[in-house]
């Protein structure tokens, strides 16, 4: 049985046992133990994302409160470990609607909903998360991955994983072509290009420096992570 519901749901049915595997965000693997991660597979950037960031109207040293959506954990940590790294600490608060977005000082946006923010008229400075991590660790970030439920999981489904991602790779220009949302050039290089498929050694190592970091800036217990082939 395949379940296709929001990343959130996802980490909620994992955790109640109603799932063997999920593709979900880095934090949520990090943050729960009992999970091992699938080796070779994940949703990363090595460079600009274009589709997670920080839209400010402050100086980034200035900045006191950030709404955020909070469809992403991975991406307000994220953007905690940066910040923090420039020595500001500012208040994190829950974005309350997306149509307020342009009216806030400081908003994080992720997916769909930054991309409509980023290609409608507004007067923010944009900061990449994507391009930012890079600049500070000069290595790719991991979004999400395949988190498996220790001791619930087979070579079977992890074969299954792993040639659905083969197939969507061998497959990528079909999908793009086929995909209905924006313009077939934009497409092209967020799906092809800014978004990366692979958890090889340079995103293992990107991980561990996430990993570190979270450790030094967040208050919440960081799990080391299994890797499982």
């Known amino acids: 049985q395949i379940d296709f519901v929001v990343p959130s749901a996802l980490a909620e049915k994992l955790r109640a046992g109603e799932l063997d595997a999920a593709l979900v965000s880095i934090t949520e693997a990090l943050f729960h133990e009992g999970y091992d991660i699938l080796d070779g597979v994940a949703v990363a950037s090595d460079g600009p994302v274009k589709s997670v960031f920080l839209a400010h109207r402050q100086r980034l040293e200035e900045i006191q409160t950030v709404y955020c959506d909070t469809a992403s954990l991975t991406s307000v940590n994220l953007l905690r470990v940066l910040l923090a790294e420039r020595g500001i600490n500012p208040v994190f608060e829950p974005l309350p609607d997306y149509a307020q977005a342009s009216e806030l000082e400081n908003v994080l946006l992720i997916g769909n909903p930054g991309i409509d923010f980023?290609?409608?008229?507004?007067?923010?400075?944009?900061?990449?998360?994507?391009?930012?991590?890079?600049e500070l660790?000069?290595?790719?970030?991991?979004?999400?991955?395949?988190?498996?439920?220790?001791?619930?999981?087979?070579?079977?489904?992890?074969?299954?994983?792993?040639?659905?991602?083969?197939?969507?790779?061998?497959?990528?220009s079909e999908i793009i072509a086929t995909h209905s949302d924006y313009d077939a050039d934009f497409r092209q290089a967020y799906l092809g290009g800014h978004i990366r498929y692979d958890l090889g050694e340079r995103e293992k190592a990107g991980l561990n420096k996430f990993i570190e970091l979270l450790k030094t800036h967040s208050h919440q217990v960081v799990y080391e992570p299994k890797m499982i082939g």
């Open 118 to 134: 980023l290609r409608a008229p507004h007067e923010h400075k944009i900061w990449d998360l994507g391009a930012a991590w890079k």
């Open 137 to 172: 660790s000069d290595l790719p970030f991991v979004y999400a991955v395949w988190a498996l439920r220790r001791g619930c999981h087979d070579e079977v489904l992890r074969n299954k994983l792993l040639r659905a991602k083969e197939n969507g790779i061998n497959h990528l």
